[in-house]
C-alpha cells in the first residue's frame, strides 16, 4: 500500500525550530509534487506548502502567507523524502501536520483548496507550539 509518513513534530517553546520529513513507502516521490497541511482541532485543514516534483523546477515553492518567511520546504529525491524547517514558531502553528502527493508534478497546476488531487495521505505529526 501507498503510504506517506511524516515524522519530526513534538513539543517546542514559541520562537523554537523543527524539522518535519515525509518519507514515502512502496512509492517513489519523483514525479509528484509534494505539499505539506496542517489541521488544528476545529478548523478546517490549511495547505501551508508545496514544491514541484523536480529538484531542478524553475519553479519556486509555494507557501501560505501564515508560514512564509519562517517555513522552508525542501525534497531529496535520492533519499525519497521532503522535509519542511519550521523556524520562528508560534503558538497558533499548533496542528497536525501531514504530507501527500499530488498527481501533478508542479504545484501550479493546482495546489488550491479542496486539494482533491492530493494522494497518500500520511497519519501526521503533532506539532504543539507552547510554553
Known amino acids: 500500500q501507498v503510504q506517506l509518513v511524516e515524522s519530526g513534530g513534538g513539543l517546542v517553546q514559541p520562537g523554537g525550530s523543527l524539522r518535519l520529513s515525509c518519507v514515502a513507502s512502496?512509492?517513489?516521490?519523483?514525479?509528484?509534487?509534494i505539499g505539506w497541511f496542517r489541521q488544528a482541532p476545529g478548523k478546517e485543514r490549511e495547505g501551508i506548502s508545496c514544491i514541484d516534483a523536480s529538484e531542478s523546477s524553475d519553479g519556486s515553492p509555494e507557501y501560505a502567507d501564515s508560514v512564509k518567511g519562517r517555513f522552508t520546504i525542501s525534497r531529496d529525491n535520492a533519499k525519497n523524502t521532503v522535509y519542511l524547517q519550521m523556524n520562528s514558531l508560534k503558538p497558533e502553528d499548533t496542528a497536525v501536520y501531514y504530507c501527500a502527493a499530488a498527481t501533478w508534478s508542479e504545484c501550479w497546476l493546482g495546489y488550491r483548496p479542496p486539494y482533491t488531487d492530493f494522494f497518500s495521505w500520511g497519519q501526521g505529526t503533532q506539532v504543539t507550539v507552547s510554553s
Open positions: 512502496r512509492f517513489t516521490l519523483d514525479g509528484h509534487a
